[in-house]
Nanobody
């Protein structure tokens, strides 16, 4: 059974940083592309960042470019999202997801597995 468990969320002031982690219980983790999505109250889930199975390619939403960095450690079955210069509009539940497509996708419905999410709250 595949499980994705996010951690690292919390309350931070605007301008601060957080590092989210997603631990995956997937035997073939290194064959999965991984993504981070977020969902704010009353809004649809939106793409934040994705990374290819090898870590060689990364993709970011415009809102994340220059502030967020996605990375992975295949030896630890873990994907990370380093978030810097946080803004109140970054407040949301952040989810990690796993996908076996050939290349990473920004489309949520194409992901095969999802974590339960971790809350990020940025105060002004």
């Amino acid at each position: 059974q595949v499980q994705l468990v996010e951690s690292g969320g919390g309350l931070v002031q605007a301008g601060g940083s957080l590092r989210l982690s997603c631990a995956a219980s997937i035997r073939t983790f290194s064959s999965y592309n991984m993504g981070w999505f977020r969902q704010a109250p009353g809004k649809e889930r939106e793409f934040v960042a994705a990374i290819s199975w090898s870590g060689g390619r990364t993709y970011y939403a415009d809102s994340a470019k220059g502030r967020f960095t996605i990375s992975r450690d295949n030896a630890k079955n873990t994907v990370y999202l380093q978030m810097n210069s946080l803004k109140p509009e970054d407040t949301a539940v952040y989810y990690c997801a796993a996908d076996r497509s050939i290349i990473p996708t920004i489309t949520a419905r194409k992901y095969d597995y999802w974590g339960q999410g971790t809350q990020v709250t940025v105060s002004s």
